[in-house]
């Protein structure tokens, strides 16, 4: 899970530039102290009628959308903290990065994706139309020392209401790495005092179940940023 992870994230990351470039564009869409919804101005009337019939019906129905997505859903402006943490949005992306400084020689940096997948929960006695799921976000905490060469990181799953560790290695931040690094056990397979002594020491640095809370609350304000910034430069791009 851990390499998967690594993977996504250093594609995701690859990425960033091009994404980045295409933003700085004159349709770049921002979050400001106006709110996102108001980032971009509608093309005129005019502008949308010189297009042909399909293009203007496919901008119509896009215009109705991100209306009604602003006037009824609109997204929330973007947390840049958390309490120790600072957070920084990856705009048009689908992570997050967290970082932080524990004490006076550790660094940590936590990235998140948004909602990879989710587990049906049981309905309530009585209620079995209704099933409900548990979203579920992927985090990869990385802790390393001033100086050092080497990280500790873990892999863990964030639920709507606790954080659970997966994996926790050792990764080298110099030289190469190797291919197929030991990766550890499970940790639902180490006895429970180990477990517990796992969960402290993240509890310590402010990853726990608050955390999760928070990333849950932010995706779900993210997911409306993203599906609002999408529509529009489909927009755009039909509008060109």
């Known amino acids: ?60 129905i896009l215009h109705n959308e991100i209306d009604y997505l602003c006037a ?3 997204p929330q402006p973007i947390a840049a903290t958390f309490n120790e943490f600072t957070v920084e949005d990856h705009p048009a ?15 940590i940096k936590i990235e998140a ?26 985090l990869l905490v990385d802790i390393w020392k001033k100086g050092g060469r080497d990280s500790l990181e873990f892999v863990c799953s964030a639920w709507p209401d606790s954080l659970e560790v997966q ?16 990766m550890g056990p499970n940790i639902k397979n180490l006895n429970n005092k ?7 020491f993240l509890e310590s640095r402010g990853i726990d179940g608050e955390l999760s809370a928070f990333l849950h609350n932010y995706m779900m304000n993210k997911d409306k940023t993203e599906l609002i910034r999408w ?10």
């Open 194 to 200: 180990l477990q517990d002594g796992v969960y402290e």
């Open 231 to 240: 529509l529009r430069r489909i927009k755009s791009f039909i509008e060109e």
């Open 1 to 60: 899970m851990a390499a998967i992870l690594r993977a996504t994230l250093s594609s995701i990351a690859a990425s960033h530039s091009t994404i980045n470039a295409l933003l700085s564009q004159s349709q770049r869409f921002t979050l400001n102290a106006g709110g996102f919804c108001r980032g971009l101005a509608s093309k005129s009337s005019q502008q949308t009628a010189t297009k042909s019939p399909f293009n203007s019906n496919l901008l119509r």
């Open 93 to 107: 992306e689908q992570w997050v990065t967290l970082k932080r400084k524990f004490q006076d020689d550790e660094d």
């Open 113 to 138: 994706t948004m909602f990879d997948g989710s587990v049906p929960v049981a309905p309530k006695s009585g209620d079995e139309s209704n099933e409900d799921v548990r979203l579920h976000i992927s």
């Open 167 to 182: 994996n926790v290695y050792i990764f080298k931040r110099e030289g190469l790495q190797p291919s197929q690094p030991y």
């Open 72 to 74: 009824y859903a609109p």
